[in-house]
């Protein structure tokens, strides 16, 4: 069965660092969204692309974080510099495309720890 | 604006017995529901979905929703709850209006199934 890949699993950072994260969407998704997730809270959209482009970044706090899916393939989120409340779950999901109805597809997520 | 509410942080109910883990929403046009679940240090899990039609939508593992237009609601149900069904739960609203068809997520409800 098909699966969103993400890495690395786990990141434990100090202040000021910078970080990076990876997803590997299910082939031939072409939507791809970047959540992040605090500890008993629902995920928040950060970035969502459709292919390459950026349908979605408003919520994304662009002085630090960067995102991109140069190919619209796989895709890049970074970090710089972390801060202490960056400390979350990093979740990459997948979908079949924007004109469809279709559910979400979640990786297992990057659990970031800034110190 | 296009939102969920859980309004339930935990629920508590006896193996064997039913269970219900409720959702309100509140949107501008159609509204295209989801459930998800989360297993610890996992990402989500798609359950279910309703987008038009009968208003009891069944799912994975043996769950179902039921919309109610005039209560606003899509609350997920499960004639007879398992031990292995204690996780977080999340309802979802795909946003319809702003053009971004981006998925807004509620808080979550933890479900605890006991033995």
Do not use: M, R
């Given at each position: 069965e098909a699966e969103v890949a993400q890495s690395p699993r786990y990141k434990i950072t100090e202040k000021s660092q910078a970080v990076a994260f990876w997803c590997d969407p299910i082939s031939g998704h072409a939507t791809l969204y970047w959540y992040r997730q605090i500890l008993g809270q629902g995920p928040e959209l950060l970035v969502q692309f459709q292919d390459e482009s950026?349908?979605?970044?408003?919520?994304?706090?662009?002085d630090r974080f960067s995102a991109e899916r140069l190919k619209g393939v796989d895709s890049t989120l970074k970090i710089?510099?972390?801060?202490?409340?960056?400390?979350a779950m990093y979740l990459c999901a997948s979908s079949l495309g924007l004109e469809r109805i279709n559910e979400q597809f979640f990786g297992p997520g990057t659990r970031l720890t800034v110190l | 604006a296009q939102s969920v509410a859980q309004p339930e942080d935990q629920v508590n109910v006896a193996e064997g017995n039913p269970l219900t883990v409720k959702c309100t929403y509140s949107v501008s046009g159609n509204p295209y529901l989801f459930w998800y679940v989360q297993y610890p240090n996992r990402g989500l899990q798609f359950l279910l979905k309703y987008?038009?039609?009968?208003?009891l939508v069944k799912g994975s593992y043996g769950f179902e929703a039921e919309f109610n237009k005039s209560q606003t609601s899509f609350h997920l149900k499960k004639p007879s709850a398992l031990v292995s069904d204690s996780a977080l739960y999340f309802c979802a609203v795909r946003d319809?209006?702003?053009?971004?068809?981006k998925y807004i997520f509620g808080t979550g409800t933890r479900l605890k199934v006991l033995a």
């Open positions: 950026v349908v979605d970044d408003s919520q994304l706090p662009k710089q510099p972390a801060e202490l409340g960056d400390s | 987008i038009t039609g009968d208003n319809s209006v702003s053009g971004t068809y």
